[in-house]
């Protein structure tokens, strides 16, 4: 669940920063979210069913793999772009 909340926190801060000059931003950033942090849903939830059900690691052990990616390649773009969006 750590891992699914670090990469929600990532999106939803980075879209957030970018949302808050936009005109009607109370609108904006659930349309923004939505579908950049869908991947990071469904695989928190698919690990968390699978661990809390007694799965075997091989079967959430490919999606926490994935989840994980997702986190790093969204905490690498929001590190790089946080400065320009921010300056904007």
Do not use: C, K
């Amino acid at each position: 669940m750590l891992v699914g909340t670090i990469g929600f926190a990532t999106v939803g801060t980075l879209l957030g920063s970018m949302a808050v000059y936009a005109n009607g931003r109370e609108t904006t950033l659930p349309i923004l979210i939505l579908p950049v942090a869908l991947p990071i849903i469904i695989s928190s939830v698919r690990v968390t069913a699978d661990i809390l059900g007694g799965q075997a690691p091989s079967e959430w052990l490919p999606w926490l793999a994935f989840l994980a990616s997702i986190d790093a390649v969204f905490l690498v773009l929001a590190f790089i772009l946080f400065d320009v969006i921010v300056e904007e």
